[in-house]
Every structure is written in structure tokens, then in C-alpha cells.
């Protein structure tokens, strides 16, 4: 600081009368920025000062009771640098001494003249102005100490690469208990490995004024081994008379967590599912997403800027809406947009005011196609619930819905049996396909539902199975993309529900598609139970009203014989009125017999094995009287058919029993296979054409004694198998009986 800067005040202190006055009147004339003050003893200067600060003292020698190195003394222990200058009319060189020992600024011997007044102020000027620039100095330095350990990041300083000086935020940085562990130690033990010996080349480089470096991003390593990212700024410096390297070392461990955390909301922004956008105070848009751009239709560029109101129907009060939303600062609920290109979509909004001052966020779901699903399984519940409407118009709507959804041509229910494929409700833009179609179930892709028993979904035939593109569906009904399931009753493949176009689609067919159409098929195979069931149970009422019928008639006959004859044979004991009990009792064993088999005959069959036909129909001729009658078997070794073999063993035994019983005793009796089953046939009489629709009744006879079961066993046992038999006339004229869609292999 120089003098120029401000007044210096000195403190004149002398005992002699007036010399002090004298002092301190040359000063100020010599300067007129000098304001001197003068007292008369070492005891008043201190009391002066007690009240007063000064830039500098001059101070005699001699003095009563204090002397001038006394008051020196006394004058440091309260400021030890305050300028001191001692001007003595008594000067030796011991004083001399004495003076600069104890500290003095100037030592000054008085002279005659005034011209040492000058000199005197000169010296003055000089002390006060080499103390301001060491006390500015010393402000300097502690400001600076202050600012380098108020520094967040970390400083230090380096000699030799060994570390001289570390502020506070390096002690912490380092993960040191204090500077100490620090000092002294070399920079590379704080250094990764990778970049060891590139950081010393560097510090070298810097330290040597080559070069600086700046804001160079490396990898620091605590004591403990920690990893930290830094930043690192280094300049050339001069420490302690040593050359060296100071150093700024910023800690980017919450840089980097920040741009990860910018990074993880960038990609959660722009990869949300759905829709995001921030409007300003005036609604207009100033940041999407991708998803955002999609609902609207719009690239990015073309929705900012944009204002929401031109988005929604007109009828909307939206200034409304919008203070009311700057109010709450919350709003959520459901709206309609109305898009560029003229679509109308439905979306779920749930919005926040001043995310940032005058940004407000807000996340769009579109929710067109689950209010659009939601409408379809309405409708679809409606369809299925109305029981006054038949079966048949139920299943043609679930139809027609499925092809509106699917925005496909055809969609049928068909039955499979065996090999072939029966089209029995059919909804369809066109006549190519109708109800009662029958083609070879090989011909379609149904066959592969069927078999599969799982829902098959062909978004394009060619792309998603070409080996599938042989099939007479594809290549002469060009059907080029198929949605289908199985239907079941009693857990076998009744058929299918499916839909398909003979134009493939972009896509597959979407989760939802499928779901739905899953869900219809469902539904059908629930019916067709619920029917299949209801049809069984009213054959099985029938039955037994039926079999109720039998026994309490045919058995009343029979019971009545017997009851006369017991009464006859009790008045008279005669042996034919026993006899014809010993019948009577007969034939109600017999006619119990045939009851139960009926009644048995009818029963559900549960599971089948494979029977050789031949092995089954000799044991059966050999186990039925046949009198003198002749079996032929046409019938391979080899061939089996799939049924339950008890039952089918009674099948034959009745039906051979049938042949003597309204036949010749040399009767000829011929079993062979047919096209999906097999025959029996005799010689005999044959049954008139007329009869042969009542033959299979219960009770039916020609015979005086016949129970008239013997046929309708056979019919049973057939119906349970799920096969079927017609009656003819044989080659001989006799009854041929032929049992068709049986598995024979």
C-alpha cells in the first residue's frame, strides 16, 4: 500500500517540556497527511493508545520511570508490529544495539536543527509504508489460506511430485484423517494404476513450464483402494523457492451421477410406453416423446409448439379445465383427441403443474383399444347370454363379431369326423363356403388344431408355415392367414371355431385377437356339452322311463302265470300247473337278464383297446349254442378294432344268438370287414324291410317266447361306441347287419 493511500498518525512521546509539542509540529509541517499527537511519558503513551490507534511511534530514550526500550516492550505485547522509532538525544552504540535487539523500526539520534525533522519524517514514511505493505501482505495470504480452504474442490501442491500443501476439501478427498497423511507422500500412490505413468509425464511437463493441462478427467485412488472419478487442472508454481505443480481436483463422483441420472431420465422419457409431455403456461407443448409423437401422429417437430386445445373436441371447455388445473396443480381423467389425419382416439391423463416454474407435465395413455375391447366383450356377453336365441344364431353372431375384429372373410364352426370336415355355421362375404360343406380334413389347417388341441394362429401362411403351404387350403382356396381353435365335448375334438382371408396380414395376429377368439371357442365347447349333455340325459330318461315300462309290464305277465298256476297247484297238485311255474320263474330270470344288459349296454364308454376282430367272434360262436350252424370269418388275423371288448363281445353274442333263435338250426353265419367297420350276416329269413326300424326297439318280438332285447342291446352297445348299424337283406336273403364308423385297423 502506498502513503498516497490515507493520513498517517504518529504518537510523539518525550519528557522534556515542549520537545514532544516541537516534535510533533515539525512532522506535520513536513506532511501534511501526518497528524501528530504528543505526550510527556511512556505512562501517557500507553494510556493513549489504550484509547487510540497510531501508524507510528517516535519515543525518546531517557524518560523518567520508563525508559524508551521499557516502553517498547510494553508497547509489543499489545501490537507486535507497530512501527517504533527511537529518537534519543543521547545516542551510544550499546543503545544502538539494545534498540535493534529489542525490535525497533528506526533508531534516530536528535540532533540541532530543524532539518533532522525532516529526515525524522522520511524514516517515518518509510516504516509505516514498509508496515502497511507487510500487514497487506499478511491479508493477502490469509485471504487466500481462506479462499483455498473454502474451496470445494481439491487443492494441492506438488514438489518433486511429492505433495507440499493440501487445502481441506483434499484431505477429504483423499479420505485422509488429516493433511499430515497426506504431506509428503508421492502423487502416483493417489493415482489408478492405467494412468500412472501418463500423469507423471504430465506433472513433469507442467512442473518444467512445457506445458499446462486442463480439465483432463483421470482416476483417483483413496488409501483404501476407493475408485473416484476426478477432473484435473494443473499450472506451474513457485513454492517456498521450489519449483512445483498446483493442482485442482474436482470430484465428478456427483457429475457422473447426475449425467447418469440425466441419462437414466432421457431413457426413461423418451422409452416410456406411454405417452409424456410438458406444455408451457399457455398449453402449448415444448417437449414429447416418442410415444407422445405416435398417439398424435405427429413427427417431434410438428407437435411442439402445438397447443392442446387444437387436440380436443370443440365442445370441451378447455380454458376451463385449465384454470382449474393451475389451481389444484393436479388433474387426472379421460378425454377425447382428435388427431391430424381425422382419428379419434380415447386417453387416460394424469397431469402436474411446475414439474419446473412454467413447465407442466403430463402422461397420456391411449386406452382406444381396451374401451374398443371392452364394447366388443359387451357385446360378445350379449350374444351369449340371450337364451331365447337358438343355438345356431348365437354361434353365427360370435361369427360375425370375430370377423369384424379380425377384419378377416370367413369365419366358421365345423365338426370333424374321421377324415372329413363339415362346415356347420358358416359367416362369410361370400358363397365359396356354406353350411353342410364336407372336404377332407387333410385340406385345412384345422387339421393342425385338431391335433394339436391348441389354438393356432397363422398371422401368414407362407411366412410363419410354409410347409403348410401344400395343403389344398392355401393352394386352391388361397387361404393365406388363419386364426382357430378346438372345440371339445367330452374332452375330444368335436371340431373348430376359427377365422381366415385369403389375404395374409402385415403383423401376427395381436394377443388380444387371439384371447378373443380363445374365449368364443370356449364358450362353443361349453354349449356343445351343455347340449350333448342334455340330449344323453333325455336318452337316459327315456330309457328308463322306457325300461320301467318293460318290467312293469312284460315282468306283470310272467308274475301273473305264476301266481294262477301256485293257486291251481295248491288246489290240486297237479304237475303241470308246477310246471308251467317252474317256466313262469324262468322266463322272469330271463327277461331280468336281458333288462340288465340293456340297461348296461346303454352306459357312457369310458376307455377302449385294440380287439382282433377274428379271436373275438370265434369266442363268441363257440360261447352261444349255434346248434349245426357254420361260421365263416372273412376277416384278416391282423385287423383290431378299438372298442370295449366286453361289449363288443355281447354285440356278437346276441346278434348270433338272433341268427337261431328266428333261424334254421344249419343256419350259415358270415362276419367280414367293411369301409370303417364290419358286418354280420346269415342265411336265415332275413327281416321284412318294414320291421326293420322296430326291430331295434325294446320289447320288439317275433318270436311267442322272445324277450325282445336282444336287438336293442345291440343298438345300445353300438350308440355307446358312437358308431352306427343298419339292417339289409344278405346275398342269400337272410339279415345283414352293418356297423360303420368304428376305428378298424
Known amino acids: 500500500m502506498s502513503l498516497d493511500a490515507g493520513s498517517i498518525s504518529v504518537l510523539c512521546v518525550d519528557d522534556e517540556p515542549g520537545l514532544a509539542d516541537l516534535t510533533a509540529t515539525f512532522l506535520e509541517r513536513f506532511d501534511d497527511r501526518f497528524s501528530a499527537t504528543a505526550v510527556e511519558s511512556a505512562q501517557e503513551g500507553l494510556d493513549f493508545l489504550a484509547e487510540n490507534r497510531v501508524d507510528c511511534i517516535v519515543s525518546d530514550h531517557d524518560m523518567p520511570g520508563t525508559d524508551g526500550l521499557a516502553f517498547l516492550e510494553a508497547v509489543r505485547t ?18 544502538a544495539s539494545d534498540a535493534i535487539s529489542a525490535g525497533v523500526s528506526e533508531y534516530m539520534q536528535k540532533e540541532s536543527g530543524s532539518e533532522q525533522y525532516a529526515v525524522l519524517g522520511q524514516r517515518i514514511r518509510n516504516v509505516v509504508s514498509r508496515h502497511r505493505v507487510r500487514v497487506q501482505k499478511q491479508e493477502i495470504e490469509t485471504r487466500a489460506e481462506t479462499i483455498l480452504e473454502a474451496s470445494p474442490d481439491a487443492i494441492v501442491v506438488s514438489v518433486d511430485n511429492e505433495f507440499v500443501y493440501a487445502n481441506a476439501a483434499a484431505v477429504s478427498l483423499y479420505d485422509v484423517s488429516d493433511r499430515s497423511e497426506l504431506l509428503g507422500r508421492q502423487v502416483g500412490e493417489f493415482i489408478h494404476p492405467n494412468y500412472r505413468d501418463d500423469v507423471n509425464r504430465q506433472l513433469e511437463a507442467v512442473e518444467s513450464r512445457e506445458r499446462h493441462t486442463d480439465h483432463i478427467p483421470r482416476t483417483l485412488l483413496t488409501l483404501e483402494g476407493t475408485e473416484i472419478p476426478v477432473e484435473v487442472t494443473a499450472r506451474h508454481v513457485t513454492w517456498e523457492g521450489n519449483t512445483g505443480v498446483v493442482a485442482i481436483v474436482r470430484d465428478l463422483s456427483q457429475q457422473e451421477e447426475h449425467i447418469r441420472q440425466q441419462e437414466r431420465y432421457e431413457a426413461s422419457f423418451q422409452g416410456a410406453f406411454d405417452a409424456i409431455v410438458v406444455a408451457d403456461d399457455e398449453g402449448r407443448y415444448i417437449e414429447a416423446n416418442q410415444s407422445a409423437c405416435e398417439l398424435f401422429g405427429l413427427e417431434k417437430e410438428e407437435l411442439l409448439g402445438r397447443s392442446i386445445e387444437e387436440f380436443i373436441p370443440e365442445e370441451y371447455d378447455f380454458a376451463g379445465a385449465w384454470r382449474q388445473f393451475e389451481d389444484t396443480t393436479t388433474d387426472r381423467g379421460m378425454l377425447q383427441i382428435l388427431r391430424d389425419d381425422g382419428e379419434t382416439r380415447v386417453i387416460e391423463y394424469a397431469a402436474t403443474a411446475n414439474i419446473v416454474a412454467g413447465e407442466h407435465l403430463s402422461v397420456l395413455r391411449d386406452v382406444t383399444d381396451r374401451d374398443n375391447r371392452e364394447d366388443v366383450l359387451r357385446e360378445m356377453y350379449n350374444i351369449i347370454s340371450n337364451r331365447d336365441q337358438p343355438f345356431e344364431e348365437q354361434v353365427r353372431a360370435l361369427l360375425e363379431l370375430g370377423r369384424r375384429e379380425l377384419d378377416v372373410a370367413y369365419g366358421t364352426l365345423s365338426e370333424i369326423l374321421g377324415d372329413e370336415y363339415t362346415f356347420e355355421i358358416v359367416a362369410a362375404d361370400d358363397d365359396r363356403i356354406q353350411a353342410g360343406n364336407v372336404v377332407p380334413l387333410s385340406a385345412t389347417n384345422c387339421e393342425i388344431a385338431a391335433s394339436t388341441e391348441r389354438t393356432l394362429v397363422l398371422g401368414d401362411v407362407v411366412r410363419d408355415a410354409p410347409e403348410e403351404t401344400d395343403r389344398a387350403g392355401y393352394t386352391e382356396w388361397g387361404i393365406s392367414c388363419y386364426l382357430g381353435a378346438p372345440v371339445f365335448t367330452d374332452n375330444d375334438v368335436y371340431g373348430t371355431f376359427c377365422f381366415y382371408d385369403t389375404e395374409p396380414r402385415a403383423g401376427q395376429f395381436s394377443e388380444w385377437e387371439v384371447t378373443l377368439v380363445d374365449l368364443m371357442s370356449r364358450w362353443v365347447s361349453y354349449e356343445l356339452q351343455r347340449r350333448h349333455t342334455n340330449v344323453r340325459l333325455r336318452r337316459q330318461n327315456e330309457k328308463l322311463e322306457q325300461f320301467a315300462s ?24 297237479d304237475r303241470d300247473d308246477f310246471e308251467r311255474c317252474y ?34 367272434v370265434e369266442e363268441c360262436w363257440n360261447g352261444v349254442e349255434v346248434r349245426n350252424g357254420t361260421l365263416h370269418v372273412e376277416v384278416d388275423p391282423t385287423i383290431e378294432i378299438q372298442a370295449d371288448r366286453s361289449r363288443l363281445k355281447q354285440l356278437f353274442e346276441n346278434l348270433i344268438r338272433n341268427v337261431f333263435d328266428h333261424g334254421k338250426d344249419d343256419s350259415t353265419v358270415t362276419v367280414g370287414t367293411l369301409d370303417g367297420g364290419f358286418y354280420i350276416e346269415d342265411d336265415g329269413p332275413g327281416i321284412p324291410e318294414g320291421d326293420r326300424t322296430k326291430a331295434f326297439e325294446s320289447g320288439y318280438s317275433t318270436l311267442q317266447n322272445g324277450t325282445g332285447f336282444g336287438l336293442a342291446i345291440v343298438k345300445e352297445i353300438v350308440d355307446a361306441h358312437g ?19 368304428s376305428d378298424v385297423t
Open 723 to 741: 358308431w352306427s348299424i343298419r339292417v339289409t337283406d344278405s346275398e342269400s336273403g337272410g339279415a345283414r347287419f352293418e356297423i360303420t364308423g
Open 550 to 573: 318293460l318290467v312293469s309290464h312284460d315282468l306283470r305277465n310272467p308274475l301273473n302265470v305264476l301266481e294262477g298256476s301256485l293257486q291251481l297247484a295248491e288246489e290240486t297238485g
Open 78 to 95: 499489545t501490537d507486535p508490529d507497530l512501527p517504533f522509532i527511537l529518537f534519543t538525544g543521547r545516542g551510544s552504540e550499546e543503545i
Open 583 to 616: 317256466h313262469a320263474v324262468e322266463r322272469m330270470n330271463t327277461l331280468i337278464d336281458d333288462l340288465l344288459s340293456l340297461a348296461r349296454s346303454g352306459t357312457t364308454i369310458d376307455e377302449t383297446e385294440a380287439v382282433s376282430l377274428a379271436s373275438l
